[in-house]
């Protein structure tokens, strides 16, 4: 079964300080991997995407990851940090198609970004 | 931009209430579904809804709930009779032909007392 693993319940970085997310994958084949963002009090808004093309995935608002199939992993990265990237972060995977491409989703990150 | 609306925002229901929650998926999009976040924890799959059917659902998604899509533009979950276990975020989304990703609203607290 596809799963998703968050490596970090909570992250605190400094503004202009680079971040790291980290999440690792589990799949029988290659999946679709994605990072969505929640911040408070709004819906869940779709970072980036990975399916299978570039494995250095460009994303909203200056995030990226890499697909990093040797390590299973699929971190997000940003190189300067803005207090408006405090907000709940999610590594997801995408389950079968034949499932209508429900998604699996981490158990999130929480970004704090102090002054 | 287009977007997946939900409403109410925020419900409270009385345990053993039936509760609607409803959503607008965007307007050409084919597949739609629902998901649900306890308090703490992980976003979890319910169900998911292609050409008027149910085309897959969760462990989660007993007989006390029920999706429809009554015309051509709403998606609603119904709770038969709520429980204080189905207190949650409830998010709604939907996704285009030819595409992996889903598309989320902003979410229905529900609160059951």
């Known amino acids: 079964a596809q799963s998703v693993t968050q490596l970090d319940s909570h992250v605190s970085v400094s503004e202009g300080t680079p971040v790291l997310l980290r999440c690792n994958y589990s799949?029988?084949?290659?999946?679709?991997l994605f990072w969505y963002v929640q911040h408070p009090n709004k819906g869940l808004q779709l970072l980036l995407k990975?399916?299978?093309?570039?494995?250095l995935v460009k994303g909203i608002n200056g995030f990226e990851a890499e697909f990093k199939k040797s390590e299973t992993s699929f971190h997000l990265t940003k190189p300067s940090a803005h207090m408006s990237d405090a907000a709940e972060y999610f590594c997801?995977?995408?389950?079968?198609?034949?499932?209508?491409?429900?998604?699996?989703f981490g158990k999130g990150t929480s970004l704090l970004v102090t002054p | 931009e287009p977007e997946v609306t939900q409403t109410p925002s925020h419900q409270v229901t009385q345990m053993g209430q039936e509760v609607i929650l409803r959503c607008v998926p965007i307007?050409?999009?084919?597949?739609f579904y629902w998901y649900r976040q306890i308090l703490g924890q992980k976003v979890e799959f319910l169900v998911s809804?292609?050409?008027?059917?149910?085309?897959?659902k969760s462990e989660i998604f007993d007989d006390q709930f029920s999706v429809e899509r009554p015309d051509g533009s709403n998606f609603t979950l119904k709770i038969r009779s709520t429980k204080l276990e189905d207190s949650a975020m409830y998010f709604c989304?939907?996704?285009?032909?030819?595409?992996?990703?889903?598309?989320f609203g902003q979410g229905t607290r529900l609160t059951v007392v």
């Open positions: 989304a939907s996704r285009p032909q030819g595409a992996t990703e889903a598309f």
């Open positions: 990975y399916t299978s093309a570039a494995t």
């Open positions: 997801v995977v995408s389950v079968a198609a034949n499932s209508g491409y429900a998604l699996n």
């Open positions: 307007s050409n999009h084919l597949y």
């Open positions: 799949s029988s084949y290659s999946p679709s």
């Open positions: 809804f292609y050409n008027n059917e149910i085309s897959e």
